[in-house]
């Protein structure tokens, strides 16, 4: 007579060596670094900006229009910065979206194997060139040709910045968006072929639309880029903070600011210095506001894809 036994069932938990545990730990350390950075970021933030807004109010902050806290006659209104970083970061989209649109629907819908090889890494070079580069690039190359059309450019201004900005944010409009279209189902563009579309009425009228989310995600990604950027603004836009959507004349952005404060001639701890932390909070918030947005577009295409 067979004796009746009980299985035994090890989980996947208790069967794991101590080695597998050790590099479970290490790679949750390794993603952890991210949010503990982040947390660090935000605490240094809060922090250094709580001790501004003890001496400057909200009121003050958000009503003034003028923003002089390294002059004698001081005033805190964060205004101009936030028109200087709009004026800019407006001109690099209006550069790069429909550049980058036109790229990636090439590369994705009409390209061949051979050229889209060849094309994107080119493409994706111009992502690798130091920002620097690019602002004297602006400032000595480009301001000097607009000059020549648009009449009264100063030497430094918004608008050969901005259009630099955008040659910059170009490589991810491109590539995100064509990772979008190439996402789109082939049965939509089989389906648009068999009531007769054409190949661009299909791309233009199927595809695109399709592959909106992903777009969509792409310039809001190349705007929170634009919004960041330092070099290019504070070696060819000036550092003449004033509330204006001219991009003939010389402005300033919140990046500059910060770099402009940060050399070293505003002592630590002053009112003065205080400033770049709430200029840096305001920055921050508007950043992560737009990679928020960004990153629920792109899990929508994502998901689209998927299905």
């Known amino acids: 007579m067979r004796a009746h036994t009980t299985p035994v069932y090890v989980s996947l938990e208790t069967r794991r060596a101590p080695s597998e545990r050790l590099v479970a730990v290490l790679l949750l350390g390794c993603g952890m670094v991210s949010v503990v950075t982040t947390a660090g970021i935000v605490m240094v933030l809060l922090t250094e900006a709580f001790g501004f807004f003890r001496e400057v109010s909200l009121a003050d902050f958000f009503g003034d229009r003028e923003w002089t806290p390294l002059f004698a006659d001081k005033h805190f209104g964060i ?7 709009l004026l800019t970061t407006l001109i690099a989209v209006l550069v790069a979206v429909p550049l980058g649109l036109l ?25 690798g060139v130091p920002t620097v580069v690019y602002g004297y690039f602006a400032l000595t190359f480009v301001t000097p040709l607009l000059q020549h059309v648009v009449p009264g450019l100063a030497g430094f201004n918004a608008l050969g910045p901005g259009i630099v900005m955008g040659i910059m944010i170009l490589p991810i409009v491109a590539s995100l968006s064509e990772d979008a279209i190439f996402a789109v189902p082939a049965s939509l563009r089989e389906g648009a072929y068999a009531l007769g579309g054409t190949r661009l009425g299909t791309i233009f009228r199927v595809v695109l639309p399709s592959a909106f989310s992903g777009i969509a995600a792409s310039v809001i990604l190349g705007l929170s880029r634009a919004i960041g950027e330092t070099m290019i603004v504070a070696i060819a836009a000036g550092l003449e903070p004033r509330l204006t959507l001219d991009p003939r004349v010389p402005i300033e952005t919140m990046t500059a600011y910060i770099v402009q404060v940060s050399l070293g001639d505003t002592p630590a701890g002053t009112l003065e210095h205080r400033t770049i932390f709430a200029v840096g909070l305001s920055l921050f918030f508007m950043t992560l506001v737009l990679n928020v947005v960004s990153h629920r577009l792109r899990r929508r295409v994502l998901k689209g894809g998927a299905q």
Request: glycine share 6%; net charge positive; no cysteine.
């Open 79 to 85: 205004w101009p910065l936030f028109a200087g970083t």
């Open 103 to 127: 790229a990636a629907t090439y590369l994705g819908e009409l390209a061949t194997d051979r050229m889209r090889r060849v094309l994107k890494p080119v493409l994706e070079v111009l992502a």
